[in-house]
Structure formats: C-alpha cells, structure tokens
C-alpha cells in the first residue's frame, strides 16, 4: 500500500490499551512508515557520547528531568537529518551540537549555560525557520512526545502532526487484561487468566512453579494510572481536537481496532482515494 502524501502521527492512548500493538502492526503493513521515538533519540545520544547526550546523561545522574525543549532538539535533529525538515534560507541552524562545538573549551558547565540560554532567550518561532516535506517517504508515527497540551503547542512550532489518532478501549477491559496477568518470574513466560491461562492454575507449564503478579499489575495501581492518564490526555485531546486533526477508535481489543485504523488511514494518506 504506497501514500500519496506524508503522515505525521501521534497514536495516544491509555496504559493497556494497546497502542503499541497498533503502532507496531501499522508499521509492518505501510512501508513508507516510520517511528520515531523520543526515547530512543534520547538513549541513541546517550551511548554515541553527542554533546546533546553527554547534557542528557549529566541530567538523569543528578536526577534532574530532561527538559522539553532538548527532547524538541533531538527531534528536530532527526528530521532534519533524514531531509524531511529543512532550515529556510540555509543557514547555520543554531544546535546544542554546534553551541557545544564552539564553546568545547569551556566544558560541560559553559554548554549547560548555553543551552539554558537556548530555552529561556529564544523564542522557537524565531529559533525556528523550517519547511516540512509532505512526500510520503516522509511519514513517521512520533512516540513519546508529545505528553501534554504545553508539549504538543512546542511541538505545532516545529512541525505540525496532520494526524492525532485516540486509542480507546474501555478502562474495564483494560483492568481485566492487565490484572488478569501472572508470570513466571525467571523466565519471564506471561499468562492471563481470561485468553492464555496456564493449563494449572497459578503453576507455570514448563517448570510447574508458582506464578506471580508483578506490583504494578494489582487492581488498585491500575486504576491509579488510569486516573492519572485521563486528567493528563483530556487537555492534549482537546488541543488536537481544536486543530482539526483528531480521530478516536474504540474496541476491546487490538484486533477489533486495527480494522478501523488501517481503512481510516488509508482514507487519509495512500493512493487510490
């Protein structure tokens, strides 16, 4: 199935409710499809020792958060290096890599000033001059950011995501999937009372040992999350709604959504519609 046009996606949706699992099987069915996820931009950085990941790594040890706007940074980063964003009038743009380059003499200390300096002094729009393509080769699906309404107008600022898509399964069968679910702690084997229960029950059927629930699978931490997650997604709901460029699907499980995801997407971006 080839696009006619590039999408930009954000899948959100509820702790179970498997947008993973829709993330992934999208990927495997559009080949012009990718991800990029903010957490691997961020580790990728981390471990290839980038200006950017050595401020990164400095921030986690001493507990700190990773501020938004260098999540925006390694983002921007990546589209701009596979071409599908690109500086208008070609200049320089102004990075933590190149800020880092020219201060490399003064250390660690000096590029967390400047960075400091990057996020308070610099207004995006300004900082930011880009065009984005619309070929379809550049149609990515953005996971992990953004997480909230502030995240997602910084987000606008950079590029615009032209598709924001609301997994919703019923917070019931979310708690029977996930508080349904034991494993077999060595081996790391799940299974799940309800669709792939063990042939004993609470014994592994393999070793024959006890199974166990993990601590963040009980009944009350569940409903816990999923509090949290609706009070947190309601404002960055809205805001994609109010853009035009919100789409919600439903089901009980993934099997039952995927349909409906594949023919809407394929309505919006492939040829033949």
């Not at 190149?98 to 003499?105: E, I, K, N, Q, Y």
């Not at 995006?124 to 984005?132: A, K, N, S, T």
């Not at 070793?207 to 931490?221: S, Y």
């Amino acid at each position: 199935m080839r696009l006619r046009k590039a999408a930009r996606m954000i899948l959100i949706g509820a702790p179970g409710a498997g947008k993973g699992t829709q993330s992934t099987r999208m990927l495997e069915r559009y080949e012009q499809l990718s991800t990029i996820s903010s957490g691997d931009l961020l580790r990728e950085n981390v471990r290839n020792r980038t200006p950017l990941g050595i401020q990164a790594e400095h921030l986690m040890k001493t507990g700190a958060m990773v501020p938004d706007s260098m999540i925006l940074r390694l983002i921007r980063n990546s589209l701009t290096n596979r071409g599908w964003l690109m500086e208008r009038g070609g200049m320089r743009p102004m990075t933590l890599n190149s800020v880092a380059g020219d201060l490399s003499t003064s250390g660690l200390q000096d590029t967390m000033i400047a960075e400091e300096h990057m996020m308070t002094n610099i207004p995006l729009e300004q900082e930011r001059e880009y065009d984005f393509t619309e070929h379809p080769d550049a149609s990515f699906i953005l996971d992990g950011f953004p997480r909230n309404e502030h995240q997602a107008e910084q987000l606008d600022e950079l590029v615009p995501m032209n598709w924001v898509v609301n997994v919703k399964t019923p917070s019931e069968i979310i708690m029977e999937r996930i508080c349904n679910r034991w494993v077999h702690a060595p081996s790391g084997r799940t299974y799940n009372t309800t669709f792939n229960a063990p042939r004993v029950a609470g014994k592994d059927d393999v070793t024959g040992e006890a199974l166990t629930q993990r601590d963040d699978d009980k009944p009350e931490v569940w409903k816990a999350r999923l509090k949290q997650f609706e009070e947190a997604s309601m404002p960055l709901l809205e805001h994609y709604d109010k853009l035009g460029v919100l789409w919600t699907v439903q089901g009980n499980s993934s099997d039952e959504i995927s349909p409906k995801l594949f023919a809407e997407f394929e309505k919006r971006f492939a040829k033949g519609y």
